[in-house]
T-cell receptor, first 115, second 114 residues
Framework: DAGITQSPRHKVTETGTPVTLRCHQTENHRYMYWYRQDPGHGLRLIHY???????DKGEVSDGYSVSRSKTEDFLLTLESATSSQTSVYFC??????????????FGPGTRLTVL | AQSVAQPEDQVNVAEGNPLTVKCTYSVSGNPYLFWYVQYPNRGLQFLLK??????LVKGSYGFEAEFNKSQTSFHLKKPSALVSDSALYFCAVRDGNSGYALNFGKGTSLLVTP
């Protein structure tokens, strides 16, 4: 257990509503990531953060924004949810401060359904 | 771009038999390769990684993986499968351009039957 929690764990919402997912870590690690998991696609990177207020886009960032005002929290926001954003969302952290050889550890996931 | 491919959607094996889950990679430079396992309704659990050195990497739960540079492969193996190994397995490669994020394969579902 790498000390990662995600909230909520499940959410059902309606098209057009804003949604915020939270990732919280207790390990004080620099790098944090948001991925989405869809059948047939594996996991795909949405956004990542390399420090407080330092974020960047991943492969599937359209329709998503992120914020990191504290080291321990990384928020993912869907400004106006669409059905195509129905997915399972995973947060991950790197257990070392930085480096290409780091292992990433994943949170338990948030299952989001957009009706 | 760094990528991996998992050519099999599903692998079936009988308990006690050896298992192999295949992964091939396409990278520029040195590949940093990972295997993760996902049990139903759970997050991903790290199994093992290849960074450099010995081509046979040993990991958690009795799994190992063989790095083969000439075949650009990183297959996951276990000498004797257990029913409890049934899960979804992901191969991944480090992406040097996205904050060291991982690029994942589509996953392989392993079913071990008694």
């Amino acid at each position: 257990d790498a000390g990662i929690t995600q909230s909520p764990r499940h959410k059902v919402t309606e098209t057009g509503t804003p949604v915020t997912l939270r990732c919280h870590q207790t390990e004080n690690h620099r790098y944090m990531y948001w991925y989405r998991q869809d059948p047939g696609h594996g996991l795909r990177l949405i956004h990542y953060s390399y420090g407080v207020k330092d974020t960047d886009k991943g492969e599937v960032s359209d329709g998503y924004s992120v914020s990191r005002s504290k080291t321990e929290d990384f928020l993912l926001t869907l400004e106006s949810a669409t059905s195509s954003q129905t997915s399972v969302y995973f947060c991950a952290i790197s257990l070392r401060a930085s480096g290409s050889t780091d292992t990433q550890y994943f949170g338990p996931g948030t299952r989001l359904t957009v009706l | 771009a760094q990528s991996v491919a998992q050519p099999e959607d599903q692998v079936n094996v009988a308990e006690g038999n050896p298992l192999t889950v295949k992964c091939t990679y396409s990278v520029s430079g040195n590949p940093y390769l990972f295997w993760y396992v996902q049990y139903p309704n759970r997050g991903l659990q790290f199994l093992l990684k290849y960074i450099t050195g010995d081509n046979l990497v040993k990991g958690s739960y009795g799994f190992e993986a063989e790095f083969n540079k000439s075949q650009t492969s990183f297959h996951l193996k276990k000498p004797s499968a257990l029913v409890s190994d049934s899960a979804l397995y992901f191969c991944a490669v480090r992406d040097g351009n996205s904050g060291y994020a991982l690029n994942f394969g589509k996953g392989t579902s392993l079913l071990v039957t008694p």
